[in-house]
């Protein structure tokens, strides 16, 4: 009897997807259970000084500018919106860190101002100076793709660490603390488990 390769071809080819996609899955549950992001795309501001920014003004919050960015430590800017559920999930970790000594900058994505001030009243503003970016100019500039998205930028205004999801206190733990200290930076506010201070 002759094979007919034509006849088996499509079988094969969907043999050996699946296979591929069964072994993909399970190094990605594999990473996920170690606390490793699987969907984080590669940030291509990190080692470059921070993008320019032009933002408008957010309730009686001083108005977020580039000059912010350099002379004042290790500072946090957080892309963050009232239509955000995971901003909404971060906000009590953005706020301790703040509390702990942490400079923080809030730059409002697309969103509307009574929302976004109806937000910070609800939940408190842990911003040291904020601002809003209605058209999302500064986010393609910054490379934003979702919200919320947090960047790390040390004294000089370089980005030392972007991050795409909220900060979390398992974030804190497993990605972000790890991260800064191997680029010699640490956050106040944050333990050897890097758990925020309550």
């Known amino acids: 009897m002759r094979i007919n390769w ?11 997807f699946f296979g591929i996609a069964g072994y993909q899955l399970t190094r990605n549950q ?6 490793i992001d699987t969907t984080a795309l590669p940030s291509s501001q990190e080692g470059r000084p921070a993008p320019a920014i032009a933002l408008g003004p957010l309730g009686d919050t001083a108005l977020l500018t580039r000059g912010d960015l350099e002379g004042n430590g290790l500072v946090m800017v957080n892309f963050w ?3 955000c559920p995971p901003c909404r999930a971060e906000h009590p970790v953005l706020t301790e860190l703040a509390e702990a000594g942490t400079p923080l900058y809030g730059i409002n994505y697309r969103d509307r101002r009574d929302q976004a001030l ?3 009243d609800e939940l408190g503003n842990p911003y040291d100076r904020i601002g809003t970016d209605d058209e999302a100019r500064n986010g393609r500039d910054w490379g934003v ?3 919320p998205e947090t960047f790390f930028i040390d004294d000089t205004g370089t980005v030392v660490l972007h991050i795409r999801g909220p900060v979390t206190r398992r ?3 497993d990605r972000i603390a790890p991260a800064l200290a ?3 930076h640490v956050l106040p506010g944050v333990q050897g488990t890097g758990s925020a201070a309550n």
């Open 6 to 16: 034509l006849m088996v071809l499509p079988l094969a080819l969907t043999v050996g």
């Open 30 to 35: 594999n990473a996920l259970n170690e606390g």
């Open 81 to 83: 919106a009232s239509w």
């Open 118 to 120: 109806g937000f910070l």
């Open 145 to 147: 793709v979702a919200m």
């Open 171 to 173: 974030a804190l733990q």
């Open 182 to 184: 191997e680029r010699g």
